[in-house]
């Protein structure tokens, strides 16, 4: 296997099929082909998350469909947010040396080379429990199997076949798989009709599943709708707000997504590190707009949390393809605020 120099060359050499989610901001399909080229150091990777590539990697083999395996790999990555390939590489060296010349043991059982490559290896990490849950939802999709047992609870609960307050039996499996599955099952609409209704704890498991779909308009405005009253009530709880921008954050309705943020950045819970860290973490797409981002990190210099979280959430913004150079001509504004100065500042002699 000499001319195997990435990942995918070795699973393409194996026949395997393949899906590949990036696990780091949100739960979303990575290409084929844009995972090969990033491998290739062809493009920076799209979707970095505090310095690294987070990715969940499906594969499985013709001949032995039922058998699926799991990677999550998570690449350190330079600061123009190309792969650094001696990581690659080292991750390579070991997967070759594991499973030797052949492929075929990463058919036969879960005490496999492949399952043991994982073992004590600096690349690997487990995703926290919601990521877990929405990967699984979205893996059965891939796989072609049936949600879990639980997404029929979800499922009657919020499309309104259950009474609003009766939802504690709901887990946050049934949930993910609910939302993976919304546009396959038409139930966007009943959601759209019943998002007003629901309590503060199932409405927040809820859009943090969200985040990781991209909800129609309807939806969208269903959820602006029940937050945009918090964007101004000063005793309104940060966290509400903070869970409805994670719900539009993936929406095809950026207009809808672009005025909840502005509305809250020009509220009382704008200097909120709740409601700061989740646009910079989930709706980063929305600073892309020159405006947008200046208010926001003016916003920023000043959040109830401090230096650190302008230093750490900066840092990784500017990561970000696309947002690099939008971040430096701010930094350079002169009609910016003093105490963003003094941020900048700081963060730069950090």
Not at 135 to 155: T, V
Not at 174 to 183: S, Y
């Amino acid at each position: 296997m000499s001319d195997i120099h990435t990942l995918t060359d070795f699973l393409n050499r194996t026949g395997a099929n393949i899906r590949i989610f990036d696990m780091g901001r949100r739960v979303s399909v990575v290409s084929a082909q844009s995972f090969s080229r990033f491998e290739q150091c062809e493009i920076p990777y799209p979707q970095p998350y505090m310095y690294h590539a987070r990715l969940g990697i499906l594969f499985w083999y013709p001949q032995a469909p039922e058998n699926h395996y799991i990677w999550f790999l998570q690449f350190p990555l330079d600061e123009q947010g190309f792969i650094i390939q001696a990581a690659r590489d080292g991750f390579l060296k070991r997967l070759l040396e594991t499973v030797g010349q052949s492929a075929k043991s990463v058919n036969e059982d879960t005490e496999s080379p492949a399952h043991n490559l994982m073992k004590d290896n600096p690349l690997a990490f487990t995703p926290d429990q919601e990521r877990i849950a929405v990967f699984n939802a979205k893996a059965k999709l891939a796989l072609g199997q049936p949600a879990s047992r639980f997404h029929d609870q979800a499922e009657e609960y919020f499309t309104g076949q259950r009474d609003k307050d009766d939802w504690e039996d709901i887990g946050l499996q049934g949930i993910a798989d609910f939302c993976a599955r919304l546009e396959k099952q038409d139930n966007s609409k009943s959601l759209s009709q019943q998002i007003a209704n629901f309590p503060e704890i199932p409405f927040s498991a809820l859009c943090r599943c969200l985040e990781n779909e991209v909800i129609d308009h309807h939806l969208a405005a269903a959820i602006s709708e029940r937050a945009m009253p918090l964007t101004t009530d000063p005793e309104a709880d940060s966290i509400s707000l903070a869970s409805a921008i994670r719900g539009l954050s993936h929406t095809q309705a950026k207009g809808i997504k672009t005025a909840l943020i502005l509305a809250a950045l020009n509220g009382p819970h704008a200097a909120d590190i709740e409601v700061l860290t989740v646009i910079a973490a989930r709706a980063w797409d929305a600073l892309e707009e020159p405006s947008t981002l200046a208010l926001y990190l003016e916003k920023l210099a000043i959040c109830d949390i401090g230096q650190d979280a302008f230093n750490k959430i900066v840092r990784d913004l500017i990561f970000i393809p696309g947002l690099r150079t939008l971040i430096i001509a701010q930094f350079r504004n002169p009609e910016r605020s003093e105490a963003l100065g003094q941020a900048i500042g700081m963060l730069m002699n950090g």
